[in-house]
């Protein structure tokens, strides 16, 4: 089975923290994503990645940077936490020529 | 830029009846098409996809879904809903012509089934 590992479930921080969330993938995939869910709206991409120390830049970038230093391994970072960053994270997977995203089971990261 | 539209936020239905959940998009000439769900408390996973071929595409746990090219619309169907199909679903578009390696997915339809 394929497997998306986000470090953690649940997240709390104060606003103006950095954060990091981490993903993690078994399956030696190029394609990786993060998105955020938030109810009314969907999942909307902030960043994705095709390749080690390669990155590009979702629907709604501001506020947030990545990191892909090793293939199996996406983060992402906010430098300064806001309340209005407090949302359902979701990373995903996809090899290319593939059509199938792979999802994380989410980090639920709450600003106050 | 492509787009996706759900306009039912939620739809209740009671248990064995039929079930339409809609879903248009906006694009360029080529396009796959996507159902993820996702059950309480879980992960997304596809349902079913549209790649080329045949319009009428058939998914799990008994759910379909035909791509209209004309009206730019891809809705999900299922003949008779159960109380395990409570879900949120969210329709998703991959633009090929872009080369966009992303999905852009729609605002998601929670299916309430009630017994």
């Known amino acids: 089975d394929v497997k998306v590992t986000q470090s953690s479930r649940y997240l709390v921080k104060r606003t103006g923290e950095k954060v990091f969330l981490e993903c993690v993938q078994d399956?030696?995939?190029?394609?990786m994503f993060w998105y955020r869910q938030d109810p009314g709206l969907g999942l909307r991409l902030i960043y994705f990645s095709y390749d080690v120390k390669m990155k590009e830049k979702g629907d709604i970038p501001e506020g947030y940077s990545v990191s892909r230093e090793k293939k199996e391994r996406f983060s992402l970072i906010l430098e300064s936490a806001s309340t209005n960053q407090t949302s359902m994270y979701l990373c995903?997977?996809?090899?290319?020529?593939?059509?199938?995203?792979?999802f994380g089971s989410g980090t639920q990261l709450s600003v106050l | 830029a492509q787009s996706v539209t759900q306009l039912d936020s939620q739809v209740p239905v009671f248990e064995e009846a039929p079930v339409e959940l809609r879903c248009n998009y906006s694009?360029?000439?080529?396009?796959?098409l996507f159902w993820y769900v996702q059950y309480p408390n879980q992960g997304l996973q596809l349902l079913l996809k549209?790649?080329?071929?045949?319009?009428l595409v058939k998914g799990i746990n008994g759910f379909e879904a035909e791509f209209n090219k004309s009206q730019t619309s891809f809705h999900l169907r299922k003949p008779s809903v159960h109380i395990s199909d409570t879900a949120e679903y969210f329709c998703a578009v991959s633009d090929e012509d872009t080369g966009r390696r992303a999905l852009t997915f729609g605002s998601g339809t929670r299916l309430q089934v009630q017994p």
């Open positions: 399956m030696d995939h190029e394609n």
């Open positions: 549209y790649l080329s071929g045949s319009t």
């Open positions: 995903a997977i996809k090899g290319t020529g593939e059509e199938k995203l792979f």
């Open positions: 694009s360029s000439v080529s396009v796959y």
